[in-house]
């Protein structure tokens, strides 16, 4: 989006940041690692291209403002409040003066901003375009800092989304549909308006040949979606549910609405619906008080549900978030630990499930990488021969790579 509106208000995109004369960079605040990485990532920059001059957007800009206003060669920070309207800061910037740090930040609005859907294809060597079509979150989970710096859950406008994907399954075999909270898409714009029923419309309305889902949450996944995902071809057999954690007394300490009983329901009725589908989760270790048998408990729950892999987390204390002064904080060698464990599992998972597919024929989009694809189940798959990109196309699967799978 930032690319697009850039351009249009007649930017030229630089082939490399060192011969850029702008670079605007656009960050994450979830973990305090995504924090030290956009610390890094000014340093280089303005060590590699001393004359840029660097604005910085996005969570981190929009959460600790002063922080990022004090890194050097940063002239301006924007937080999510104003990122749309860059380029008219920018026009302010070239007219006057280098900002020297000047941050604009203030409230998130509450309302859709249709430039938040503007979008030209994806850049680099992307082949599967992901199509922003909700921000923000109502929840209030006590370890995490989204709600803050996205505000309250908002809606891409169904025309618009339908729009945008009819455009783009012109040039794309296969569009990511993607939010901060995917599954309450909708919930403002009216009674009745839900996620399911866009899917509907852009199976009906639109040329797509494979809509993937990126994360929905537990409780979103309802009957009704999940057999509209398993009863369409044209939708990735791909469900990504966002766990935390299979224990009880841990999920109520985050302030998560379910409990692990509600979260395997929703799993097996995937597994049961889509057989072959692939079945991930977001996976927290070392949350404040979380002793050995809650972890045990996390861990026995994980093992006996069919998940095919897992992102692992090792838990991050956000400023201002209620997690962070909670007593109990786990050492980093025990949340260490903790994270090497599930890794494993999770591994050994991924293993188990890619050995099945030996034998069978996925359906795979070819990607830009030379001779690699992505299934409809979201496996790597190394061609037998290479393949023009971005095209749907099915392969024999012979065998396995280091984390994928190989086409016979």
Known sequence: ????????????????????????????????????DVRRAVYRLRRENPSARIVVTGCYAQRAPEEVATLP?????????????????????????????????????????????????????????????????????SFCIIPTVRGRSRS??????????????????????????????????????????????????????RLRLSSVEPMDLSGELLEVMASSPRIAKHVHAPLQTGSDSVLRRMRRWYRARHYEDRILRVRELMPDAAIGADVMVGFPGETDAEFEENRSFLER????????????????????????????????ERSLILRELAARKNQEFRHSMIGRQLSVVTLEETGAALSSNYLKVK??????????????????????????
Request: hydrophobic share 40%; net charge neutral.
């Open 1 to 36: 989006m930032l690319r697009s509106v850039l351009e249009r208000a007649g930017y030229e995109v630089a082939r490399t940041s060192t011969e850029a004369e702008l670079v605007v960079l656009n960050t994450c605040t979830v973990t305090g690692a995504a924090d030290a």
């Open 73 to 141: 060669g940063v002239e301006l920070v924007v937080g999510n409040s104003h990122k749309t309207k860059i380029p008219e800061l920018l026009t302010q910037m070239h007219s006057l003066a280098p900002y020297h740090g000047q941050i604009v930040v203030g409230e998130i609005s509450p309302v859709w901003d249709s430039l938040a859907l503007e979008f030209d294809g994806p850049a680099g060597d992307r082949t599967r375009p992901a199509l922003k079509i909700q921000d923000g979150c109502n929840s209030r989970c």
């Open 156 to 209: 891409a406008p169904a025309d618009l989304v339908v729009a945008q994907v009819r455009g783009l399954a012109t040039r794309y075999r296969e569009i990511v549909l993607t939010g901060i909270n995917l599954g309450r898409w909708g919930r403002e714009l009216g009674p009745g308006v839900r996620l399911v029923g866009l899917l509907r419309r852009l199976l009906a309305e639109t040329e797509v040949e």
């Open 305 to 336: 549900l069919p998940f095919t892999y897992l992102h692992v987390f090792t838990y991050s204390p956000r400023p201002g978030t209620p997690a962070a002064s909670m007593p109990g904080q786990v050492p980093a060698a025990v949340r260490k």
């Open 383 to 408: 061609l037998a021969t290479p393949r023009v990109p971005n095209q749907l196309i099915n392969v024999s699967i012979g065998g396995l790579t280091q984390t994928g799978l190989r086409e016979s």
